[in-house]
């Protein structure tokens, strides 16, 4: 099956990737696998984004 990425910037697709591989995956451990290396406020901004958007949840272990 294809996983859909339409509508996604391409950030919020690398980082749907990363998710659908690892299942679970902390902020570090998102940020160590996108190229160019954003910063960790950048990762959790786009997070906070893509969880009020309904594409990710927040497991609450911060």
Known sequence: MTKRTQG??????????????LDRASVEEIRGRLKNRPSS???RTLLGIMV????????GSA
């Open 8 to 21: 996604l910037t391409e950030r919020e697709g690398e980082i749907m990737s990363i998710l659908w591989n």
């Open 41 to 43: 406020n950048t990762v």
């Open 52 to 59: 009020e958007r309904g594409l990710v949840e927040d497991d």
